[in-house]
């Protein structure tokens, strides 16, 4: 999956970590504690269920022959 000259899987979660946490940062200081709703692929789900991510519901080949949709929640309590 990483090619010489990539990000690189440490960095790819590194980035990805301080990414995250400036965007849910956002949400809480302007007090709007909306569900998050994203689509992703099974690709992903285990880096959204790092940030608290619950998959809601799986469409297989939603995005195209091998790559299933995922729906996923994250709730702000």
């Given at each position: 999956?990483f ?23 956002r949400?809480?200081?302007e ?12 690709l ?17 080949d ?16």
């Open positions: 999956m090619h010489q000259g990539s990000l690189g899987h440490r960095r790819l979660i590194s980035v990805a970590d301080r990414f995250y946490e400036e965007i849910e940062s949400i809480r200081t007090g709007k504690m909306y569900d998050i709703h994203i689509s992703t692929t099974q992903m789900e285990k880096l959204f269920n790092r940030y608290g991510f619950e998959t809601t519901s799986i469409v297989e939603g995005f195209g022959e091998g790559l299933h949709q995922y729906d996923m929640v994250k709730a702000f309590r």
